[in-house]
């Protein structure tokens, strides 16, 4: 129910643990997709390439389908993988997590392929500002739905609240989505050790879109994951 706290909420030592040692295999497989990736690669390429890397790391499995967007196709934030090839100036977003010892992880970054234009930076700043201020406000005793206007309200502000067309974030622990839900109404109050996501994003239809995301410890500073949320640029 809205606004309780119940145990599966809040995670056990081991169970955070659990939760680290996936998101540190999805950090590497993060890394080992900046090496290799290159021009020509479809989006399916990629995806397939990230389910292999993420099963020789020991995960499990896959908390859920990898998403790898490029250019256009970021403009859905559930966008299915594609035989879409890569091009120099397209922004490419890859969202997904591994399940270790029963637990999932969660991560999203989004990177450059070439240099891109002012309007792609423009977006990329703003988005990745929001997650930096959404991160600073994650502590424990915060009520969800105001966490999420930290993230809302920055990208209205910048002129494209209407294009962050989902949540800020969701818990993360045996499922890839529970509670507490990080939105619009949500009556639910961050407790100590809970896992949640702060992923704000702008969605621009037909052209392109940006998402970051990580998973924060509450009570914890700073996000999970050790990859930076500064853009990067491949250039190969």
Same mark, same amino acid.
């Given at each position: 129910? $809205?606004?309780?706290?119940?145990?599966?909420?809040?995670?056990?030592?081991?169970?955070?643990?659990? *939760?680290?040692?996936?998101?540190?295999?999805?950090?590497?497989?993060?890394?080992?997709?900046?090496?290799?990736?290159?021009?020509?690669?479809?989006?399916? #390429?990629?995806?397939?390439?990230?389910?292999?890397?993420?099963?020789?790391?020991?995960?499990?499995?896959?908390?859920?389908?990898?998403?790898?967007?490029?250019?256009?196709?970021?403009?859905? +934030?559930?966008?299915?993988?594609? $035989?879409?090839?890569?091009?120099?100036?397209?922004?490419?977003?890859? #969202?997904?997590?591994?399940?270790?010892?029963?637990?999932?992880?969660?991560?999203?970054?989004?990177?450059?392929?070439?240099?891109?234009? #002012?309007?792609?930076?423009?977006?990329? $700043?703003?988005?990745?500002?929001?997650?930096?201020? &959404?991160?600073?406000?994650?502590?424990?005793?915060?009520?969800?739905?105001?966490?999420?206007?930290?993230?809302?309200?920055?990208?209205?502000?910048?002129?494209?609240?209407?294009?962050?067309?989902?949540?800020? &974030?969701?818990?993360?622990?045996?499922?890839?989505?529970?509670?507490?839900?990080?939105?619009?109404?949500?009556?639910?109050?961050?407790?100590?050790?809970?896992?949640?996501?702060?992923?704000?994003?702008?969605?621009?239809? &037909?052209?392109?879109?940006?998402?970051?995301? $990580?998973?924060?410890?509450?009570?914890?500073? &700073? +996000?999970?994951?050790?990859? +930076?949320?500064?853009? *990067?640029?491949?250039?190969?």
């Amino acid at each position: 129910m $809205d606004g309780e706290i119940n145990s599966e909420m809040v995670k056990t030592a081991a169970q955070l643990k659990a *939760i680290e040692r996936a998101a540190q295999i999805i950090d590497d497989t993060y890394e080992a997709v900046l090496a290799s990736v290159k021009e020509g690669d479809s989006e399916k #390429d990629i995806a397939d390439f990230i389910e292999e890397f993420v099963l020789m790391q020991g995960a499990s499995g896959l908390s859920f389908d990898t998403i790898v967007a490029f250019a256009e196709g970021g403009a859905e +934030p559930h966008h299915v993988p594609t $035989d879409k090839k890569l091009e120099k100036g397209m922004l490419v977003t890859i #969202d997904m997590g591994a399940v270790y010892d029963g637990f999932c992880s969660d991560f999203t970054r989004t990177f450059a392929f070439g240099e891109i234009s #002012d309007k792609q930076r423009e977006v990329y $700043d703003i988005v990745y500002n929001a997650q930096k201020l &959404g991160i600073a406000a994650t502590k424990v005793g915060v009520n969800c739905a105001n966490l999420d206007a930290v993230c809302r309200d920055y990208i209205a502000q910048h002129g494209y609240g209407d294009k962050f067309i989902h949540t800020t &974030g969701h818990g993360v622990g045996k499922l890839i989505h529970e509670a507490p839900r990080i939105g619009k109404g949500s009556e639910e109050t961050l407790a100590k050790n809970m896992v949640i996501t702060i992923e704000p994003g702008i969605y621009i239809a &037909g052209e392109m879109g940006v998402r970051i995301e $990580d998973m924060v410890i509450v009570g914890k500073k &700073g +996000p999970v994951s050790r990859i +930076p949320t500064e853009l *990067i640029i491949v250039n190969r």
